[in-house]
């Protein structure tokens, strides 16, 4: 695609359910980021793939989050049993190892939870 | 671990004029990276500069010039010549050694031009 697309645009969700979030990096990128955004803060790291590779996943807060990227493409960012604090905008990243210098972000992924 | 800080919260400007939005960093990497990001109201996250830290020029891109002094562990962003269209959040951001796209930002600075 031209962009890095996330789905959905906004979620609302009850506290205690599952939710899945969906990145669509930009075609051929190799590496994708999640990213998870408080209101009025920057970004935080939460997780790394190279192409199927969950290289680094220091960021993810506890074992409710987990992602997975099983043919080094699409990624789906899992939160289980929601609780109120996940309530965040979450945003993918994708970049093309070879270029290196940039990484393009989402739109990302508007998290309420009640 | 990788640290970076923005002091100002909010800054004004008026239109056609510069402005330095401020950024300090703190890392014990040896090669690291620095990137200034914009943040409209759209919410959208978009690249704007790029700096090395074996960069001995400062980087330029357009109006957008990144001041680096490495000893001082500074990397603020100037903006010449303010536009309207450049009222959004500004985020500084670093990475280390280990992954260039790993980010570590900061707060942020929401720049407001008047016109």
């Known amino acids: 695609g031209a962009g890095v697309s996330q789905s959905p645009r906004y979620k609302v969700t009850k506290r205690g359910q599952d939710v899945a979030l969906r990145c669509d990096p930009i075609?051929?990128?190799?590496?994708l980021y999640w990213y998870r955004q408080a209101l009025g803060q920057g970004p935080e790291f939460l997780t790394y793939?190279?192409?199927?590779?969950?290289?680094?996943k220091s960021g993810l807060p506890n074992d409710r989050f987990s992602a997975e990227r099983p043919e080094g493409s699409i990624s789906t960012l899992t939160i289980q049993r929601t609780e109120q604090r996940d309530s965040a905008m979450y945003r993918c990243?994708?970049?093309?190892?070879?270029?290196?210098?940039?990484?393009?972000f989402g739109q990302g992924t508007r998290l309420t939870v009640v | 671990a990788q640290k970076i800080t923005q002091t100002q919260p909010g800054m004004f400007v008026q239109e056609k004029e510069a402005v330095t939005l401020d950024c300090t960093y703190d890392?014990?990497?040896?090669?690291?990276?620095l990137f200034w990001y914009k943040q409209p109201s759209s919410g959208e996250m978009i690249f704007l500069i790029y700096?090395?830290?074996?960069?001995?020029q400062n980087a330029t891109e357009g109006r957008y010039s990144l001041n680096f002094q490495k000893a001082r562990k500074s990397a603020n962003l100037v903006i010449s010549a303010s536009q309207l269209g450049d009222s959004a959040m500004y985020f500084c951001?670093?990475?280390?050694?280990?992954?260039?796209?790993?980010?570590?930002f900061g707060s942020g600075t929401k720049l407001n031009v008047k016109p």
């Open positions: 075609s051929g990128h190799v590496s």
């Open positions: 890392t014990s990497d040896q090669s690291y990276g």
């Open positions: 951001a670093m990475s280390g050694r280990d992954n260039f796209n790993k980010f570590y």
């Open positions: 793939f190279n192409y199927e590779a969950q290289q680094d």
């Open positions: 990243a994708s970049s093309s190892r070879d270029e290196g210098t940039e990484a393009f």
């Open positions: 700096q090395g830290s074996y960069d001995e």
